[in-house]
T-cell receptor, first 106, second 115 residues
Framework: AQRVTQPEKLLSVFKGAPVELKCNYS??????LFWYVQYSRQRLQLLLR??SRESIKGFTADLNKGETSFHLKKPFAQEEDSAMYYC????????FGEGTQLTVNP | EAEVAQSPRYKITEKSQAVAFWCDPI?????LYWYRQILGQGPELLVQ????????DSQLPKDRFSAERLKGVDSTLKIQPAELGDSAMYLC?????????????FGPGTRLTVL
């Protein structure tokens, strides 16, 4: 069975502070991991995927197979980063975590 | 820019009634997905189509839910009869193919309330 855990439902930081959204997964095969984001009144959209090893909007995520984690990080949070973030694992199907609501305060 | 379309955006119904949701994927996308998202949770896959064929409906409550994509383009998800526990957001997504690395493009969703 595949499972994604996001331990924080809510995360609040101040503008300019570093932010880390945690994601842990359980999967017996080789994982394909994603971060999706939903801004207020917008549709769910892809933020980044681990295979691309890219930085999007200043966010990066590194796959750590030893710790089965795929945490999302940004060194300096901006107010426009406030959104709901979902970690997702593609195994037999795309499985989402429960999401973390990030609020960046001015 | 092409987007996934869904209708209606909101639906209120009484339990035991039938409801139907429609999805039009991005043109050319062979794979179509229906998800259910209960408040406070992440989306959960209900059914996946590759063209007109169902490739995964293991999470679909088949006693009351049905889905079709007759011509391999748009799709309909039906619930009959609706139950109180079906209240949720129903999301449609599409991707160019079924490969695991493919980005899924989501529609705006249909919010269903069952009274």
């Amino acid at each position: 069975a595949q499972r994604v855990t996001q331990p924080e439902k809510l995360l609040s930081v101040f503008k300019g502070a570093p932010v880390e959204l945690k994601c842990n997964y359980s999967y017996s095969g080789s994982p394909e991991l994603f971060w999706y984001v939903q801004y207020s009144r917008q549709r769910l959209q892809l933020l980044l995927r681990h295979i691309s090893r890219e930085s999007i909007k200043g966010f990066t995520a590194d796959l750590n197979k030893g710790e089965t984690s795929f945490h999302l990080k940004k060194p300096f949070a901006q107010e426009e980063d406030s959104a709901m973030y979902y970690c997702a694992l593609s195994g037999s199907r795309l499985t989402f975590g429960e999401g973390t609501q990030l609020t960046v305060n001015p | 820019e092409a987007e996934v379309a869904q209708s209606p955006r909101y639906k209120i119904t009484e339990k035991s009634q039938a409801v139907a949701f429609w999805c039009d994927p991005i043109s050319g996308h062979a794979t179509l997905y229906w998800y259910r998202q209960i408040l406070g949770q992440g989306p959960e896959l209900l059914v996946q189509f590759q063209d007109e064929s169902v490739v995964d409906d293991s999470q679909l409550p088949k006693d009351r839910f049905s889905a079709e994509r007759l011509k391999g383009v748009d799709s309909t998800l039906k619930i009959q009869p609706a139950e109180l526990g079906d209240s949720a957001m129903y999301l449609c997504a599409s991707s160019p193919s079924s490969g695991g690395y493919n980005e899924q493009f989501f529609g705006p969703g249909t919010r269903l309330t069952v009274l």
